[in-house]
């Protein structure tokens, strides 16, 4: 009799056994607070290239603040027209006189009264002034004096844009002369003193000093 109950027992075990042994292949039961096997998630990474970014050269600009520009030499204040009145100037006044330094002397002298102050701001405003030179619409521009006002115009200017002895045969100061029909005597004021200019410049012309003094 106690065989068999030993023998019950032991099946009872072996069952019990079993039952246990098919419910550890699923973890999953039924409920909300059933917990679920989790599959482990892997994360792949993927390599990237790192790229070098592109150097980038800027070329130097100039500021136009500090990059000097080249100097322009401005346009002479004067023409063809101009050149004409200081060549009947020059006949009026001069055309008997035995030097081209002296006849270049009276263009000076209108130059000079370009240059001061009360004479007039142009060349055709001093050349016309009333009863001051002898110009005269109808007094010839011949091409020794056409040539010679525009000789003296030139050194004029030169002299204005900073060339340093362009070839004067008058100075500054000098801005009144007079005639005594041989040669003209130049001086620096409107009283006529009897003090004049003494040629002691060099005349550009190749020539002796004029003797009218």
């Known amino acids: 009799m106690k065989h ?3 023998i019950a027992i032991a099946a009872a075990l072996i069952a019990a056994a079993l039952i246990a042994s098919m419910g550890m292949g699923d973890t999953k ?3 909300l607070d059933a917990p679920e096997t989790l599959r482990p998630v892997i994360l792949t990474a993927t390599p990237t290239t790192r790229t070098t970014a592109p150097t980038i050269t800027v ?3 100039e500021n136009p603040e500090t990059t000097p520009s080249p100097t322009q030499t401005p346009e002479p ?8 009145m ?4 020059v006949w009026a006044e001069a055309r008997g006189v035995p030097t081209t330094a002296e006849k270049a002397a009276v263009i000076w002298c209108v130059l000079n009264r370009v ?3 009360g004479y007039g701001d142009s060349i055709a405003e001093v050349t016309t002034a009333k009863n001051q030179f002898a110009y005269r619409e109808a007094s010839p521009a011949t091409d020794e004096l056409t040539e010679l006002a525009r000789d003296v115009l030139d050194r004029w200017w030169r002299e204005h844009n900073g060339e340093a002895d362009v070839g004067r045969v008058l100075p500054a100061e000098y801005t009144f002369f007079c005639g005594d029909g041989k040669h003209n005597h130049f001086r620096t004021k409107y009283e ?3 003090v004049y200019w003494d040629w002691s410049l060099p005349s550009p012309y190749g020539e002796e000093e004029p003797h009218g003094n």
């Open 4 to 6: 068999k109950k030993d």
């Open 29 to 31: 039961t039924s409920g």
């Open 59 to 61: 070329e130097p600009t």
């Open 77 to 84: 204040p004067y023409g063809d027209a101009e050149v004409t």
């Open 86 to 89: 200081l060549a009947k100037v």
């Open 115 to 117: 240059d001061a102050y």
């Open 192 to 194: 006529d003193t009897g």
